[in-house]
């Protein structure tokens, strides 16, 4: 970290308004999130308005911004352990830089390929593209000084010291150096820049210097700019021994400032005349040809590679930097002044997650649980057993998801086990699920996996995991070229009293251990045969060929999902049409594919109430007479990432509950093979819909979306606090 005087740090906004220069107030008001999403000021529509009108639609990119906003928001809310907070930050930083390496790259190349045409928000990429630089500035400068103000300072007073250059005591300073000769020096390689030595190709995100050095190097060279790559196999922040700590703190110094305090060693003979930090953001989408490639693993393998150095998208450099050096930077990445970003501290926060998890400190964290186990599964007896005697649903992560774990386990080793056909789209490589199909696929049955391989960020992973279950005997299928496998599904055939019997898992969330601890999603698990059929037939197509099969029960993209919702929302607007009571309430992660914004629409004005539990981007604009006045949208963050993907419908009192793989977006409607399937049991579709009002009665995480693109935080005031995830952990987790 770079040395900072507290006098040159601005103050921290307060978070009434993310984007005022007011200190932190005591105690915290209210949040109001007041920035834009791309709406400007326009008469509201007359009842009978167009509901494709630009003006009804906030722009996508934009809502996905305030997303991040929102989960920035955290590390100031109190109610958080304080390094849930740090998380928080570090979570804001994570995401902002997919956000650049996606979203901002598929802008940016479409302004470079001269698209000019506009979405259905009417909005341009260019002038997307100049919000997103406004408001990511903004909001960049108020993480560092969240960061700097709020959260060090707390962390300090808890014992938990980032030690800055400095601050280093004698002893501390020691240590560093010897650090440094023996860990950093052999690993380190600095590239001078002249005519035998242009400017070296930096990988997608790394940490790097710009040195000025003077003076004449060995042979005789005059003094110029050099690049330091710092070391990719080194830590970025490295814990101080206890012996050279204060006593009672647990005490880190940066790699960047020991790289920074010892760069003149390096250069042996120049003097160095200064030295700052920086990183390039790259363009990491993948794109794939499906006319032009014959061997997708192949394919992704070469596009793995082109990732790490594609187009420059961003630039962050240590707010000490020079102009003249800066520009220098955006010369050579093709960028422009607005691609340029200013900041106080490490630029690459997101590296400190790693310390987080070699804290032993408990006390900071939120209280470990103990996730709970339906009555089920706490007999004695087998799997197959509980689940044929009903269906059974898990609340992931207040239920375990072991259950699915062990089910699979129990199939790979139950000799009345036939196949096993299972899809995963985001997986540990050391998962347990992995482990009992390479086991099954040994075993001697027929285990066939649907890999996507083009799970965004996890290519890698998925190509590892294709080769060792293929080495174990399973049959491996990519799914469909064109379309993405995200379907959450796993099928068991079992022979029981000289019959087979088909044994389903569905779920809304990925196959992984780890997540299913930190996610909110659904798993049903059943023995129904209408819906084991369906899933029967699902498979089916998506291993061989011939035209869309017969599905009785499910609704499954790209062929009956969309139209599916489309008409469950329009039924509903026609029980409010004929006097009848109607409400919906629809959970999921992002909102916006145009055609289902403009049924919820047609829904309100019918007089339908509609719900909206929408954790990200929604491009829906609520409260608008005449289009949305029955329309209320909100989003909830805390403790766990809310995942679900669940849909309620009234239905004139037929009440219907579908939990789903699928979000509202035209990606999953239309480019992916998605499940969306009834809860048919009706004690668990009345349990789901008791979770749904659960968060709609939430008061101290959600925040409700404006007519205006804003988002206000909810606060109990002289109510009760009501928290949905801590009141669920306290329904379904293991009463210790």
């Given at each position: 970290m770079e040395d900072r005087s507290p006098e040159s740090v601005p103050p921290v906004a307060g978070p009434a308004d993310v984007s005022s220069e007011e200190a932190l107030p005591e105690p915290p008001a209210p949040r109001l999130n007041q920035t834009r999403t791309g709406i400007k000021p326009k008469a509201l529509p007359e009842a009978e308005a167009d509901l494709a009108d630009p003006s009804l639609y906030f722009n996508r990119e934009l809502s996905h911004l305030q997303f991040n906003m929102r989960v920035l928001e955290q590390a100031l809310d109190e109610s958080h352990p304080l390094l849930n907070r740090l998380m928080f930050l570090l979570i804001?930083?994570?995401?902002?830089?997919?956000?650049?390496?996606?979203?901002?790259?598929?802008?940016?190349?479409?302004?470079?390929?001269?698209?000019?045409?506009?979405?259905?928000?009417?909005?341009?990429?260019?002038s997307v593209l100049g919000e997103i630089s406004q408001i990511a500035h903004e909001q960049i400068e108020r993480q560092y000084r969240i960061l700097n103000e709020a959260l060090l300072p707390a962390l300090e007073e808890r014992g938990l010291r980032f030690r800055r250059r400095s601050d280093w005591t004698e002893a501390q300073r020691a240590w560093v150096r010897d650090y440094f000769d023996e860990e950093i020096m052999p690993v380190i390689s600095p590239i001078g820049l002249d005519p035998s030595h242009p400017f070296p190709r930096l990988v997608n995100k790394s940490l790097n210097f710009?040195?000025?050095?003077?003076?004449?190097?060995?042979?005789?060279?005059?003094?110029?700019?050099?690049?330091?790559?710092?070391?990719r196999s080194l830590p970025r922040v490295i814990a101080l021994p206890a012996e050279l700590c204060e006593e009672g703190f647990n005490e880190a110094v940066f790699l960047s400032s020991m790289i920074h305090a010892h760069a003149e060693e390096l250069f042996p003979g120049m003097r160095v005349r200064g030295c700052y930090q920086f990183r390039l953001t790259r363009n990491a989408d993948m794109t794939v040809d499906p006319e032009e490639v014959s061997d997708l693993a192949s394919a992704l393998r070469g596009e793995l590679l082109a990732r790490r150095y594609g187009s420059g998208v961003r630039l962050?450099?240590?707010?000490?930097?020079?102009?003249e050096l800066a520009d220098f930077l955006l010369r050579e990445f093709a960028l422009s002044e607005q691609d340029l970003y200013r900041v106080n501290g490490p630029v690459n926060l997101t590296r400190m997650m790693a310390l987080l998890g070699d804290l032993d400190r408990p006390e900071l964290f939120y209280r470990p649980f103990s996730p709970g186990l339906p009555k089920n599964f706490r007999k004695e007896g087998s799997l197959f057993d509980a689940i044929a005697a009903g269906d059974i649903l898990l609340h992931h992560p207040f239920q375990a998801f072991s259950p699915v774990e062990e089910l699979l386990a129990e199939a790979a080793r139950d000799?009345?086990?036939?196949?096993?056909?299972?899809?995963?789209?985001?997986?540990?490589?050391?998962?347990?699920?992995?482990?009992?199909?390479?086991?099954?696929?040994?075993?001697?049955?027929?285990?066939?996996?649907?890999?996507?391989?083009?799970?965004?960020?996890d290519e890698a992973d998925n190509l590892a995991l294709a080769s060792r279950l293929q080495e174990a005997g399973a049959i491996v299928i990519y799914g469909v070229m064109a379309y993405k496998t995200h379907a959450k599904m796993m099928h068991i055939v079992r022979r029981e009293k000289g019959r087979l019997r088909y044994y389903v898992h569905l779920g809304t969330g990925n196959y992984h251990s780890k997540t299913a601890k930190l996610y909110t999603d659904y798993s049903l698990l059943t023995a129904d045969e209408a819906l084991c059929e369906d899933v029967h037939q699902v498979f089916q197509q998506l291993s061989g060929m011939g035209r869309a099969r017969h599905i009785e029960t499910l609704l499954h993209a790209p062929f009956t999902l969309h139209e599916g919702m489309v008409a469950m929302i329009d039924r509903e607007a026609e029980h409010a049409r004929k006097g009848r009571r109607a409400h919906l309430i629809i959970k999921c992660n992002s909102l916006t594919e145009p055609k289902l914004i403009q049924a919820l629409y047609r829904a309100s004005r019918a007089g339908v109430e509609c719900d909206l539990i929408i954790r990200g981007m929604c491009c829906l604009?609520?409260?608008?007479?005449?289009v949305s006045e029955n329309i209320r949208v909100r989003s909830i963050i805390g403790r766990f990432l809310e995942h679900t993907r669940v849909f309620y419908f009234q239905n004139h009192g037929k009440a219907e509950v579908w939990a789903s793989s699928a979000d509202f977006m035209s990606r999953n409607m239309f480019h992916r093979v998605e499940t969306?399937?009834?809860?048919?049991?009706?004690?668990?579709?009345?349990?789901?819909?008791?979770?749904?009002?659960?968060?709609?009665v939430d008061n101290c995480q959600s925040w409700r979306l404006q007519p205006d693109g804003s988002y206000v935080k909810q606060t109990p005031g002289d109510a009760a606090p009501i928290s949905a995830q801590e009141t669920l952990l306290y329904a379904y987790a293991a009463k210790a």
């Open positions: 804001f930083s994570s995401n902002l830089d997919e956000f650049f390496e996606i979203r901002v790259a598929g802008l940016k190349h479409r302004v470079a390929l001269g698209d000019d045409s506009t979405g259905i928000d009417g909005r341009s990429p260019q710009i040195v000025k050095l003077e003076g004449k190097d060995a042979f005789g060279r005059e003094g110029g700019l050099a690049i330091l790559p710092a070391p962050e450099v240590v707010d000490t930097c020079p102009d000799p009345s086990v036939l196949a096993i056909k299972q899809t995963l789209y985001r997986t540990g490589a050391d998962s347990p699920i992995v482990t009992s199909l390479v086991e099954a696929a040994r075993g001697g049955k027929e285990v066939t996996v649907v890999i996507e391989l083009r799970a965004r960020f604009r609520p409260g608008i007479p005449g969306c399937f009834p809860l048919r049991d009706r004690k668990l579709a009345a349990r789901v819909r008791k979770d749904l009002e659960t968060y709609l």
